[in-house]
C-alpha cells in the first residue's frame, strides 16, 4: 500500500536531528537529541503526516472520494487533514466539536481554504463520534466516505509512526536509551513502540486524568509485541490546553536557549517533563535521549 507522494510536495525526510546543549545535560551527562517532525512540511506537520500517511494511500487503494474526520476547534488533525484532502484529491469533512462562531479562527479558515466542510456537532452528540448509530447518520447525510478517527488514531496510524524509529537508527550512530513524545491520543506513542527498537518509549500525557491511555495503547498495539513503553501523567499542567506560567516561562526560555519553537499544548509539557525527570535522575545520568517534536506550532501563533 504505497502512497504517491508528489515531488513538488518537497517532504523534509528523514526529518533531520539536532542535539540539544545546556549546563543541566552537561551536568547529568545526558545527550538530547530533538527529532524535528516540526520541519516536515509546512502544512502537513509532525505527528499528524506520520499518522495521516497510511490511511491516505488505503483510502486512495479502495477509490475513497472523501474523508471525513473529527475534532475541536484548534484541533492541528483537523488542519492536516484539510491540508492532506486539497494536496491529495480528496473532499474533506471535518465534524467539530461545539458551536459555529461567526468568525473562524486561524484553524478553521485554513481549513476552509483548503474546501474542507465543516459540521458543527453539539458537545453531546461529539461525544457520539466513535458510536455506530452516529457514523450511520453521518454516511445517510454525507454519503461515501473514508473514516478517520478523532487524533488521526487508529491502526494505519502506527506504521507511519514506526517509521520515525528506523529513521532515528539510521541517523544516529549510537544506541539511544530513550525515545519520548507528547501524547494526546497516544497512537504516535503505541507507533514508536511498535518499532520493537531497544530503546524505551517514554510518553508525557498532555491531558489531566489520562490513565486510560495505558488502555488505548495497548488496544492500539493489539498482539503485535512492542517495545518497553512508559506514560508519565504528572505534565498536564492543569489539563489538556490548560497552560500555567511556570510552563510558558519555561517555553519561552526553552525558545530562546535552543533555538527551536514549541508551543504549549503539547511539545512544552513534554520538554519540559524530560528536563524535570534529568533533573531528579528519574532519567538516569548518561543517558540518551531523542526527543520528538510533533510539530503543532500552527496552533500556537493563532492564541497568542
Ligand atoms: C496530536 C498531537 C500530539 C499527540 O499525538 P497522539 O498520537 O494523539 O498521542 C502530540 N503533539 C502534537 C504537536 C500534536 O498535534
Known amino acids: 500500500m504505497q502512497l504517491k507522494i508528489p515531488d513538488s510536495l518537497n517532504l523534509y525526510l528523514p526529518s533531520p536531528i539536532q542535539e540539544l546543549e545546556s549546563s543541566l545535560l552537561k551536568l547529568k551527562s545526558v545527550r538530547v537529541f530533538v527529532k524535528r517532525d516540526d520541519l516536515i512540511h509546512p502544512t502537513l506537520s509532525g505527528n499528524k503526516w506520520r499518522k495521516l500517511k497510511y490511511n491516505l494511500a488505503n483510502a486512495k487503494s479502495q ?8 475534532g475541536g476547534a484548534f484541533s492541528n488533525h483537523i488542519h492536516a487533514t484539510a491540508a492532506a484532502g486539497k494536496i491529495f484529491g480528496f473532499n474533506t469533512i471535518g465534524i467539530i466539536r461545539g458551536e459555529a462562531h461567526e468568525s473562524l479562527n486561524p484553524t478553521l479558515t485554513f481549513a476552509r481554504e483548503q474546501n474542507m466542510h465543516l459540521e458543527y456537532v453539539s458537545r453531546q452528540d461529539y461525544r457520539k463520534k466513535t458510536q455506530s448509530e452516529f457514523i450511520t447518520y453521518l454516511h ?13 488514531s487508529n491502526e494505519l496510524a502506527l506504521p507511519g509512526c514506526q517509521e ?22 497516544g497512537g504516535t506513542l503505541a507507533g514508536l513502540a511498535l518499532a520493537k527498537s531497544s530503546s524505551k518509549i517514554l510518553g508525557f500525557a498532555v ?66 517533563g524530560l528536563f ?23 496552533g500556537f501563533h493563532e492564541q497568542f
Open 63 to 70: 477509490d475513497y472520494k472523501t474523508l471525513l474526520t473529527f
Open 140 to 152: 445517510d447525510k454525507f454519503g461515501d466516505f473514508y473514516l478517520i478517527p478523532e487524533g488521526g
Open 164 to 185: 520515525i524509529i528506523h529513521e532515528i537508527n539510521a541517523q544516529l550512530s549510537l544506541p539511544v536509551d530513550y525515545v519520548c513524545t507528547a501524547c494526546g491520543s
Open 207 to 272: 491531558l489531566k486524568n489520562a490513565g486510560f491511555l495505558n488502555d488505548d495503547v495497548r488496544k492500539l498495539l493489539g498482539n503485535s509485541g512492542s517495545a518497553c513503553w512508559q506514560i508519565n501523567l504528572d505534565y498536564h499542567f492543569g489539563g489538556y490546553a490548560k497552560r500555567t506560567q511556570e510552563l510558558m516561562e519555561f517555553l519561552h526560555k526553552f525558545r530562546q536557549d535552543f533555538r527551536i519553537p514549541i508551543e504549549p499544548v503539547y511539545t512544552a509539557k513534554m520538554f519540559f
Open 276 to 298: 524535570d525527570m534529568i533533573r531528579d535522575e528519574q532519567i538516569p545520568k548518561n543517558s540518551t535521549i531523542v526527543a520528538l517534536h510533533t510539530g503543532g506550532l500552527q
